[in-house]
């Protein structure tokens, strides 16, 4: 009988702990009973308050944006030349060269001349095919 009495009275002593420290919790709060009470039904009387967001659908949108600064940039972006047109459809992009049409022209001349030009090294029978003939473009750039 021991054991039951020391359980009864360790409940008891919990029960007395708790609605201590409640009754502190509640008195020593910065909002009343009333102000908890009022915000409570507040609450209850909110529409939505059992919705997850975006289940009514989204939510309403602000723009941080200028208007007048996205309408502009609408307006140039529909009156752009070619804007539906994926790249590529027209044919090719134009292309511009970035090097002197002249020194291209001489490089691929002098590469047309080349002695030897589609022998590789080691591409006869144990051999090593070393040119000893000038290009003949690059002698005639030199004589000039």
């Not at 020391?6 to 009333?34: D, E, I, K, N, P």
């Not at 009387?45 to 609408?74: C, I, L, W």
């Not at 030349?81 to 002098?110: C, H, I, K, L, W």
């Amino acid at each position: 009988m021991k054991t039951s009495q020391l359980a009864f009275s360790t409940v008891c002593a919990a029960f007395a702990v708790l609605a201590a420290t409640t009754a502190q919790a509640q008195q020593s709060g910065s909002r009343s009973r009333a102000e908890v009470e009022a915000e409570a039904v507040a609450a209850a009387h909110a529409p939505n308050q059992n919705v997850t967001r975006g289940s009514r659908g989204a939510d309403p949108f602000v723009s941080s944006a200028d208007a007048e600064a996205m309408y502009k940039q609408a307006v140039d972006t529909a009156h752009a030349p070619n804007q539906n047109v994926t790249r590529g459809s027209r044919g090719p992009d134009p292309f511009t060269s970035q090097r002197d049409p002249a020194q291209v022209y001489q490089e691929a001349m002098a590469t047309a001349a080349a002695p030897d030009q589609n022998v590789t090294s080691g591409s006869r029978v144990n051999s090593k095919v070393v040119s000893t003939m000038q290009n003949p473009v690059v002698q005639s750039a030199q004589g000039k």
